[in-house]
Nanobody, 122 residues
């Protein structure tokens, strides 16, 4: 596994969590966060270019979640505030192909890691 997500847990509605994605071999790749709830399809949550200069969010998390990456580009965070029960899911990080442009995002993710469970109680 080349990407490792961590930081999940159990939190009450309205609370916060910060997920981390260790991706030391993907410093020149855009990285995305996805989630999958029981009996639902996997869905996109947020993504960030390898420079960190471009980000994109699903409408359902805009204004509540923030994606960022460390200066050395090796770790990507997902700060989740104002959590809701419907945010409950297994969260995964994934990396896209190496990007020529530092600010490019990607619709394709080729590398996936193990997920981390986020449970939000009402």
């Amino acid at each position: 596994v080349q990407l490792q997500a961590s930081g999940g847990g159990l939190v009450q509605a309205g609370g916060s969590l910060r997920l981390s994605c260790a991706a030391p071999t993907f410093s020149r790749n855009p990285v995305g966060w996805f989630r999958q709830a029981p009996a639902k399809e996997r869905e996109f949550v947020a993504s960030i270019s390898w420079s960190g200069g471009t980000t994109r969010y699903a409408e359902s998390v805009k204004g509540r979640f923030t994606i960022s990456r460390t200066y050395d580009k090796n770790t990507v965070y997902l700060q989740m505030n104002g959590l809701k029960p419907e945010d409950t899911a297994v969260y995964y990080c994934a990396a896209g192909p190496t990007a020529r442009s530092a600010d490019a995002l990607t619709p394709r993710y080729d590398y996936w890691g193990w997920g981390t469970q986020v449970t939000v109680s009402s």
